[in-house]
């Protein structure tokens, strides 16, 4: 097992390599930069444009560029924003808060509502209840999550005023209609997915075998069919926290949630390539993280899954 993760861990490093030099070469194809970008609409001398450029390093060939920033990020230095001047590290570091907050909560509330409800449209399959919960996940699953961000704010904001359209600082109030937007989506999703992993369960011999050895069925529900559909649901579970802690772009900027997805909107938007550069190493290392979780908890739930050298 040790070896696997140390292994799964020293990938990372060819993936990031990889990952970053493809990014900075679209970028450098993408024919313009921060300062380009900063002084588009200002009456400055090209002199003044190129001699900030020579500050930052941009006018340098593209594997200087590249190398450089590399040697830095090896050396735990990012550098700093091209726009605000700040470390990039740091500027990073103080967006995460608010995305771990947003994926903790979206990630529990979809627990909450699709495993229960997926279980019971399996277990009242093609009944009045199994029917109303697929159109209902049907439906949930069909809504953009722009749209259903809309609603919310138009509901629970501007005609209840229960919540604030706009969130002040970070809190879990102001989390609330960013979270429900979030769960409701991937709950349809879940819902659907979980009802057939539980009914594939329940079609199998072992469910038989403890029905006419008296085995009350909510006791084999809850202690086999469901272990045994836990794979598939942190299979899923692992490919949205992915997703949510590389931010959610669109919620976070619809929201004004100061999160790392709005940060990297904001660092596209003004071509500034460090910001970038530190939300994509941010996306390989979790990806490759949650992927190597995810194969571990594997191997807890069933032992017979094997995992590199550890037989």
Same mark, same amino acid.
């Given at each position: 097992?040790?070896?696997?993760?140390?292994?799964?861990?020293?990938?990372?490093?060819?993936?990031?390599?990889?990952?970053?030099?493809?990014?900075?070469?679209?970028?450098?194809?993408?024919?313009?930069?921060?300062?380009?970008?900063?002084?588009?609409?200002?009456?400055?001398?090209?002199?003044?444009?190129?001699?900030?450029?020579?500050?930052?390093?941009?006018?340098?060939?593209?594997?200087?560029?590249?190398?450089?920033?590399?040697?830095?990020?090896?050396?735990?230095?990012?550098?700093?924003?091209?726009?605000?001047?700040?470390?990039?590290?740091?500027?990073?570091?103080?967006?995460?808060?608010?995305?771990?907050?947003?994926?903790?909560?979206?990630?529990?509330?979809?627990?909450?509502?699709?495993?229960?409800?997926?279980?019971?449209?399996?277990?009242?399959?093609?009944?009045?209840?199994?029917?109303?919960?697929?159109?209902?996940?049907?439906?949930?699953?069909?809504?953009?999550?722009?749209?259903?961000?809309?609603?919310?704010?138009?509901?629970?904001?501007?005609?209840?005023?229960?919540?604030?359209?706009?969130?002040?600082?970070?809190?879990?109030?102001?989390?609330?209609?960013?979270?429900?937007?979030?769960?409701?989506?991937?709950?349809?999703?879940?819902?659907?997915?979980?009802?057939?992993? !539980? #009914?594939?369960? =329940?079609?199998? &011999?072992?469910?038989?075998? +403890?029905?006419?050895?008296? *085995? @009350?069925?909510?006791?084999?529900?809850?202690?086999?069919?469901?272990?045994?559909?836990?794979?598939?649901?942190?299979?899923?579970?692992?490919?949205?926290?992915?997703?949510?802690?590389?931010?959610?772009?669109?919620?976070?900027?619809?929201?004004?949630?100061?999160?790392?997805?709005?940060?990297?909107?904001?660092?596209?938007?003004?071509?500034?390539?460090?910001?970038?550069?530190?939300?994509?190493?941010?996306?390989?290392?979790?990806? !490759? #993280?949650?992927? =190597?979780?995810? &194969?571990?908890?594997?191997? +807890?739930?069933?032992?017979? *899954? @094997?995992?590199?050298?550890?037989?």
């Amino acid at each position: 097992m040790g070896k696997y993760i140390v292994k799964r861990l020293l990938q990372l490093i060819p993936v990031l390599i990889g990952i970053t030099f493809l990014t900075f070469l679209m970028m450098h194809f993408a024919g313009s930069d921060a300062i380009t970008e900063m002084y588009a609409d200002k009456a400055v001398s090209q002199e003044i444009i190129d001699a900030k450029k020579a500050e930052l390093g941009l006018d340098k060939p593209f594997l200087v560029q590249y190398v450089t920033w590399l040697g830095g990020l090896f050396t735990g230095d990012m550098g700093v924003s091209y726009v605000s001047g700040k470390n990039v590290f740091d500027t990073f570091i103080s967006k995460l808060p608010a995305t771990l907050l947003l994926t903790l909560m979206s990630i529990v509330l979809t627990v909450i509502i699709s495993v229960p409800l997926g279980i019971l449209m399996a277990v009242k399959q093609n009944k009045v209840t199994d029917y109303i919960l697929r159109f209902c996940s049907f439906i949930g699953n069909s809504l953009p999550n722009f749209f259903v961000a809309l609603v919310l704010m138009e509901i629970l904001a501007i005609k209840l005023h229960w919540l604030p359209v706009v969130p002040v600082g970070i809190s879990f109030r102001a989390a609330i209609m960013p979270t429900l937007t979030l769960a409701i989506a991937m709950s349809a999703k879940y819902m659907r997915q979980v009802r057939a992993v !539980v #009914l594939d369960e =329940l079609s199998k &011999d072992y469910v038989t075998g +403890a029905k006419a050895r008296g *085995i @009350r069925r909510n006791v084999t529900l809850w202690k086999s069919v469901l272990r045994s559909a836990m794979i598939t649901i942190i299979t899923l579970l692992a490919i949205s926290i992915g997703s949510l802690l590389g931010g959610t772009a669109i919620i976070e900027t619809i929201f004004m949630w100061d999160g790392v997805g709005k940060l990297a909107v904001d660092a596209i938007t003004m071509r500034d390539y460090p910001l970038i550069e530190a939300y994509v190493v941010w996306l390989a290392i979790i990806y !490759v #993280l949650v992927n =190597l979780i995810t &194969d571990l908890l594997y191997h +807890a739930l069933d032992p017979r *899954i @094997r995992l590199g050298d550890s037989k």
